[in-house]
């Protein structure tokens, strides 16, 4: 079984948690992604997804909001040697949209449900040759 290293996205953009929701906003459409780990003095504490600000739009203001008001805390964490069958039975489960690889230098990636149709469509093409 292939490991999530093999598929995920790696070095993803990340914010700091002081940023506000705007900012949030501008570096998911410049980058073309819908999560943002969220950091806090070097260390991961958090993820926001481009859902969490929708779900938010209406009632507070974009420009003065904190990302960590508007952040999941704890959210999941494999390393990049996690097993890709393990990783995509828990997204399912939980459904959760990512997950984020963690190594010694702190965030290496992020894997979201749009690696996992990628890691599905190599994987069904393999088996398929």
Same mark, same amino acid.
């Given at each position: 079984m292939p490991s999530v290293s093999r598929f995920m996205t790696v070095h993803p953009v990340t914010i700091d948690? @002081? #940023?506000t929701l705007a900012v949030a906003r501008k570096l998911m459409q410049a980058h073309d992604i819908r999560?943002?780990?969220?950091t806090g003095d070097g260390h991961l504490v958090g993820i926001v997804s481009e859902r969490d600000l929708q779900l938010l739009a209406s009632t507070v203001d974009p420009e003065a909001t904190r990302v960590d008001q @508007? +952040? /999941?805390s704890n959210p999941? &964490?494999? /390393? $990049? %040697?996690?097993a890709l069958d393990e990783i995509t039975e828990i +997204? @399912? %489960?939980?459904?959760? #949209?990512s997950v984020i690889v +963690? $190594?010694? %230098? $702190?965030?290496? $990636?992020i894997f979201t449900a749009v690696d996992a149709c990628r890691a599905l /469509?190599? &994987?069904l093409r393999r %088996? @398929?040759?």
């Open positions: 948690r @002081a #940023s999560h943002l780990p969220v @508007a +952040m /999941t999941f &964490i494999v /390393t $990049g %040697d996690t +997204m @399912a %489960d939980q459904k959760y #949209s +963690m $190594g010694r %230098d $702190g965030v290496e $990636g /469509t190599t &994987i %088996d @398929a040759a």
